[in-house]
């Protein structure tokens, strides 16, 4: 029974057996042909990212242009040398064999570490400003880093250097948190951006797009050629930018500041607020931040006492003193409180009696019956106790917050302070924990109390003053809508009032008499603010200038820290700012000698100067 179905039974397994390799058959065949076929396109990517490395181009930054086309910043070439992406121990050993030739110190080396920690896919940045000298020792060692890939990419240059640190600001590799903000979402690590001023605020613009490019590399990461296929993107430069300011303006308040100073210059165009210059004193050289900054420059800015770092022109907040009163008048013209030609009931006797309060003049002798115009001359504080009494507290405080001294001004940087400026009477009741008496009229309406203001806000103030009443935000960039400030509800005969008082401060033996020019309207405020009485006071001087006869085409403010005398340390430095520009506009030679006072101490004439 057995022997009959023996051959239907290896029949059986034969079959079964020729299934089983058709099978497998089947399988090996559908194997070959979706690795062969379906995938062919996969493998040949992975073949090609084994011998490709992924380089990003970088795109030059826009150029920045000053009102005149002249450049400010701009783009050389340079070299960077990168690495590409290896394990962290290979990395360091690179970077270690690199320090002699590219000058590297230990920190840096630090710090370049955790930059590859944090992203180790891509390239990383070692430098981007090597110098010809040193890519060429690399270049001769190539068998000894075969990781590295050099290239010649944009650098930015600042052709006034220092004198347009503050508001250029400068650029650096993006930080690992910043690449986390939600800003730079799509920037990538060794990417350069603004880090501070205008390339930080115009950032996006200024950039461009970076382009991408292929480079063929050996079994080791050496690069033995380059690809160029339809994958290479060009890199698109960023915009240029064109500013209202003024460079040679700027490089003349820089080469005019003293360098034992520190302060502060705002120039704005008295037609349409655009900002002509912004210096800050001390300074700094924003080229030496480019590809890196040294790390014994940077110990020496960031622990110098004198924080050349510290933008004072719109950041340094300052009791503005005297040069306030002219909020005080004009806000008493609007509210009709008081008259151009009145004269205050009290005299000026060299003091003020208010219930069991006396507040002096700065004059002890007193300046007696004055107008508005003469109390603006002679900066007379009894006359502006009276008027600020007139207003009243309340009142004051709410016109002040109205013209925006508790804001900012909004001009186009990244950073700038707002103003310390009571918004309403419950400022008391929360800094101080009581409720203001009517005697806090006194110090506000002359420019202390609770007031700090930046150089920028008063030049704002001014720009008001200068025109119709209305001021707009200052702004860097040119633009043919400029944004909204804040207006004076003033008459021409009212703004003309305080125009005369101004005048009178220069031309009238007033406090900046000694200031005066030969060919223009020079007109303005001194102030003196003190905060620390154990210390010098500040020095200010707020004013405006333009041919004689015609309208103010320039707004100058000048903060001069612990100067003393706004009359002797700032009101020159404004007198000269106006001078130069307008002496440029009107085609007049540039003199060594502009100001009443320097004709008094080298002997020579001055014939416009009133007596």
């Not at 239907?8 to 089983?20: D, G, N, Q, V």
């Not at 990244?414 to 009741?429: A, H, I, K, N």
């Not at 200031?515 to 154990?534: I, R, V």
Request: proline share 7%.
């Amino acid at each position: 029974m057995k022997e009959q179905h023996h051959p239907h039974l290896k029949r059986f397994r034969a079959r079964i057996a020729t299934f089983c390799i058709v099978l497998l058959m089947g399988l090996l065949v559908a194997g070959f042909f979706r690795a062969q076929v379906l995938r062919s396109s996969t493998w040949a990517l992975q073949s090609d990212s084994n011998r490709l490395r992924v380089l990003p181009v970088p795109a030059p930054r826009g150029t920045i242009l000053d009102r005149e086309g002249r450049i400010i910043a701009d783009n050389v070439p340079s070299y960077s040398v990168s690495l590409f992406p290896a394990p962290l121990d290979s990395i360091r050993a690179t970077l270690e064999r690199l320090q002699p030739h590219l000058n590297l110190s230990d920190e840096r080396v630090d710090l370049l570490m955790e930059t590859a920690a944090q992203s180790r896919r891509l390239p990383l940045l070692v430098t981007a400003s090597a110098d010809f000298d040193e890519v060429a020792a690399l270049e001769e060692r190539r068998v000894e880093f075969p990781g590295i890939f050099l290239e010649m990419r944009p650098r930015r240059r600042y052709h006034a250097g220092p004198a347009i640190s503050h508001l250029m600001g400068y650029v650096g590799e993006i930080s690992p948190s910043e690449l986390e903000s939600f800003r730079f979402q799509d920037y990538r690590q060794g990417m350069i951006i603004g880090k501070e001023g205008l390339e930080r605020e115009y950032e996006e613009l200024l950039q461009g797009v970076h382009g991408v490019r292929y480079v063929e590399v050996d079994a080791v990461g050496r690069i033995v050629g380059s690809f160029e296929g339809h994958m290479n993107t060009p890199a698109v430069a960023g915009e240029d930018l064109h500013l209202n300011v003024d460079l040679e303006l700027m490089e003349w308040i820089h080469e005019i500041f003293p360098d034992t100073l520190r302060g502060a210059v705002v120039a704005l165009d008295a037609r349409d607020g655009g900002v002509l210059a912004l210096y800050s004193a001390p300074t700094f050289d924003p080229n030496q931040f480019v590809g890196g900054i040294d790390l014994a420059y940077w110990q020496q800015l960031s622990s110098d006492p004198d924080r050349p770092l510290f933008n004072r022109a719109t950041v340094g907040r300052y009791p503005p003193a005297s040069t306030w009163k002219l909020a005080t008048a004009a806000i008493g013209l609007e509210m009709g409180v008081v008259e151009a030609g009145e004269v205050m009931p009290t005299p000026c006797h060299g003091g003020f009696q208010y219930g069991n309060v006396y507040r002096r003049c700065w004059r002890p002798e007193g300046h007696g019956h004055l107008t508005l115009a003469e109390a603006i001359r002679d900066s007379c504080n009894v006359y502006f106790y009276q008027l600020g009494l007139r207003i009243s507290l309340e009142r004051l405080v709410e016109e002040g917050a109205r013209l925006g001294f508790s804001q900012e001004c909004g001009v186009d940087l990244p950073r700038e302070s707002p103003g310390v400026f009571p918004e309403d009477l419950g400022y008391w009741e929360e800094r101080f924990g009581y409720r203001p008496f009517e005697n806090e009229v006194l110090s506000l309406a002359i420019g202390q109390g609770p007031n700090d203001q930046t150089p920028l806000k008063m030049a704002q103030f001014y720009l008001g003053l200068a025109g119709d009443g209305t001021a707009p935000a200052p702004s860097l960039v040119r633009t043919s809508n400029p944004r909204e400030g804040w207006s004076l509800d003033l008459t021409k005969t009212s703004l003309e009032s305080l125009r005369d008082g101004l005048r009178m401060v220069v031309a009238s033996g007033g406090t900046a008499f000694l200031s005066s020019l030969e060919h223009w309207d020079f007109m303005g405020k001194t102030g003196t603010g003190q905060q620390d009485p154990s210390r010098p006071p500040h020095a200010w001087f707020v004013g405006m200038a333009g041919p004689r006869g015609g309208d103010p085409e320039i707004v100058v403010s000048v903060l001069v820290e612990e100067g003393e005398s706004g009359s002797a340390a700032a009101a020159p430095l404004a007198a000269k700012t106006a001078d130069f520009f307008l002496r440029r506009q009107y085609g007049i030679p540039v003199d060594t000698i502009q100001t009443l006072g320097e004709h008094l101490r080298t002997g020579t004439p001055a014939p416009w100067a009133v007596w």
